[in-house]
């Protein structure tokens, strides 16, 4: 799976080296100057999932040229955040009418960094998905209200737009990167189903799958496992969780539409 990229502009080597050193395996981290034709080009040319600018009295004549990229940022859908001491990162906001979705001070806690930067982005990808899904489906009521409405929780981006195509004329499908990000969605949204991948990092299915049994609102809601694992041990552990039903990747399109209507045929 491809790593999300952060843009970062620092003018404090030590911080960018703790920044590199801390994030590089789980993100593809890049810097440039803070010139706004070089920020342009990274923009246009690596479209990073997250800004990051490092706040500081010497980062201070870039303000005017960061704040410019604002209306780009929003339209690309590009997580800002800045970095810095607090009363740096006050001083940007306050500039920036509160540009950034995230602060982080110095000195930096990683892990509070990576989960912010992990929710941001788990967020923004449910915005997408939930757009990306809407477009050409059926306006006409009837048929929206017939529906079966089915949620996919896969971490691969791949699988999800996969198993997305191959639903999307007779079912409504929302796609969710994770475990929280699909609690996240469950909370205002209704699911007839449940597609889970089995194997996934932070939370596996198995995990998801339990938390969703010991949750009364969602309790009741069927969950068919997606699983890459063939070995007759690993599908025995898949079937003691007792979901509604397992099928081995990759994902037959036929297979999984028989799979569903015969489902919701007997419900």
């Known amino acids: 799976m491809a ?19 801390a994030l590089n395996n789980d993100y593809l981290i890049l810097t440039c100057s803070g010139k706004q034709e070089d920020i342009d080009n990274h923009l246009e040319v690596v479209s990073p999932d997250v800004f990051l600018m490092y706040a500081s009295e010497s980062q201070k004549p870039f303000y005017e040229t960061i704040i410019s990229f604002k209306r780009k940022l929003t339209q690309k859908e590009i997580i800002m955040g ?8 006050a001083a940007f906001q306050s500039a920036s009418t509160n540009m950034a979705d995230m602060e982080m001070h110095v000195p930096l806690n990683m892990e509070e960094i990576r989960s ?14 939930d757009r990306e899904l809407s477009t050409g489906i059926n306006e006409a009521a009837g048929v929206m209200e017939s529906r079966k409405k089915i949620l996919v929780i896969d971490d691969d981006k791949l ?12 079912y409504d499908v929302a796609a969710a990167i994770s475990g929280s990000a699909a609690f996240k969605y469950l909370e205002t949204k209704k699911a007839d189903l449940i597609l889970l991948d089995f194997n996934m990092p932070v939370e596996d299915g198995p995990t998801i799958l339990k938390k969703l049994h010991a949750t009364p609102e969602y309790a009741k809601i069927p969950v068919i496992f997606l699983t890459g694992v063939t070995e007759k041990s690993k599908i025995a552990e898949v079937v003691a969780l007792k979901p509604q039903g397992y099928m081995v990747k990759p994902i037959d399109k036929e297979k999984l539409l028989g799979v569903l209507d015969k489902f919701f045929a007997v419900k």
């Open 116 to 129: 912010k930067i992990n929710r941001l982005i788990e967020e923004r990808e449910i915005m997408k998905m």
């Open 159 to 170: 699988m999800l737009k996969v198993v997305k195509e191959q639903l999307q004329d007779e």
């Open 3 to 21: 790593k999300f990229k952060i843009l970062f502009i620092c003018d404090n080597t030590s911080v960018t080296d703790s920044l590199f050193n």
């Open 82 to 89: 800045v970095v810095g001491q607090g009363a740096d990162c």
